[in-house]
């Protein structure tokens, strides 16, 4: 097979917030099919990537089982994961526990929690982002309980509520109401300058806690109930242990904060899903199988690639540089989505196999480079999202755009038809 780009299994759009802007000054191309004006509800001129092509992970899923039927046996829990967390676990409350009596402005405290707590606490993150995908045990209650124990030196109980919100963001790539990792019309329009994108990358962590709750609700399940008692108990007795000190508590809290915000670990939130399309300088963003061939030659009149402009702009980037092994391999965000029931010490081999379907698509080299890009480039922004106004559905609840037949983002190994698969199933949502 040539390469996945080529196949009819590839997205078509073409689209992006760039060409929009040129297309109302009269000056762009003619506009594509797969792309939609937007709602007439935004309240606010909207420069988003409206489309109702369907979202490009599905049939590139069902394009590389059918060429490569063996990485279905990629799929199942991953024994490592368990350990990896209970390290880090024990090294952030040690840590906690240390700085007792150490003040929260001295540069010991603050270093600690910017080098080792917002590393371990975003390496957590994305524990709880595998465990939400049953990927650390069979059973899904063992998960959750997992889950509810890497939230720990969090501080706050999140581990619960996000899986619900995470499990829809598959199921509903860019589907505006439903995927919470969309900025909404109002955060874009109000944050899309140089001062509002560091201020939106700096305080990342709270527009990820915050949003959701202003766009739907999942059911409040007895999972999150021992999620909010655990994480409280537990609040309560580093406190007590610590001789009625805060310290080792706001060591934990400033570490989830600074996870989230100016880290290089951080630049995965960021890298994920912008469109990048347009910053392409042959140095940051562009395609394995480009530099194979290439390194650093031909770039485009607008400082991107050619080849790379003549990609279908892509809503999902891998990256696979170093910083991987400290999260998850997180960076392999296009393997991720294409099959979110192949654990993390999996992606690799599945990138490996799948390699034709891969190396055409661009990725990111360097995610401090992303944040970097993103704060400072005109060209990269709030705007620069997919968004589809229908399709996609509530995992775990009932959804008034349910859509039949899409389900399958989590196919199995034990269920390798192309739209039965269950990687998790929408019942486990309440266990
Ligand atoms: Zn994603
Ligand atoms: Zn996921």
Not at 31 to 55: A, K, N
Not at 162 to 177: A, D, E, N, Q, W
Not at 195 to 201: D, R, S, T, V
Not at 267 to 295: C, L, P, W
Request: proline share 6%; net charge neutral.
């Amino acid at each position: 097979m040539a390469s996945a780009t080529q196949t009819d299994s590839a997205p078509h759009l073409r689209a992006s917030a760039v060409k929009n802007q040129e297309q109302k000054n009269g000056q762009g191309q003619q506009q594509e099919s797969g792309r939609i004006p937007p709602p007439e509800s935004s309240l606010v001129e909207d420069h988003f990537f409206w489309t109702y092509t369907e979202e490009p992970h599905r049939s590139r899923r069902q394009a590389i089982i059918k060429a490569h039927p063996e990485v279905t046996k990629l799929c199942g829990p991953e024994p490592l994961t368990k350990y990896t967390v209970l390290f880090v676990v024990s090294l952030q409350v040690c840590c906690a526990y240390l700085l007792r009596d150490t003040s929260m402005l001295s540069w010991k405290f603050l270093l600690t929690a910017y080098v080792i707590g917002a590393t371990s606490n975003q390496n957590l993150f994305l524990a709880i982002h595998e465990i939400s995908h049953n990927l650390a045990f069979r059973s899904p209650m063992a998960n959750r309980l997992l889950a509810i124990f890497a939230n720990i030196p969090i501080g706050i109980p999140y581990s619960a509520a996000f899986r619900p919100y995470h499990l829809t963001h598959h199921k509903s790539l860019g589907v505006t109401g439903l995927d919470t990792d969309l900025p909404t019309a109002l955060e874009a329009f109000v944050l899309d300058s140089l001062l509002g994108k560091a201020f939106f990358c700096t305080f990342q962590l709270l527009f990820y806690a915050i949003r959701p709750a202003f766009v739907y609700s999942p059911p409040f399940s007895h999972i999150h109930l021992i999620n909010i008692i655990t994480q409280f108990s537990f609040d309560y007795a580093l406190t007590k242990v610590s001789g009625g000190s805060l310290q080792p508590l706001l060591y934990l809290l400033l570490s989830a904060l600074l996870a989230g915000s100016l880290h290089p670990c951080a630049g995965h939130f960021i890298a994920e899903h912008y469109i990048f399309e347009k910053v392409g300088d042959g140095k940051g963003t562009e395609s394995i199988q480009r530099r194979k061939m290439n390194g650093n030659q031909t770039v485009g009149a607008n400082g991107m690639p050619k080849e790379v402009a003549n990609l279908p702009p892509p809503e999902t980037y891998s990256y696979y540089g170093p910083l991987n092994i400290l999260t998850y391999n997180v960076g392999l965000h296009n393997e991720h989505h294409d099959f979110p029931a192949i654990p993390w010490t999996r992606l690799h081999a599945l990138h490996r196999i799948a390699s034709e379907f891969y190396e055409p698509l661009p990725c990111h080299r360097s995610w401090v480079w992303v944040i970097w890009t993103f704060i400072l480039d005109k060209n990269v922004g709030m705007w620069c999202r997919v968004k589809r106004a229908q399709g996609g559905r509530v995992v775990g609840g009932s959804s008034a755009n349910a859509k039949a037949g899409r389900a399958g983002e989590g196919i199995s190994g034990a269920s390798n038809g192309p739209e039965e698969g269950d990687g998790w199933k929408e019942s486990e949502i309440q266990n």
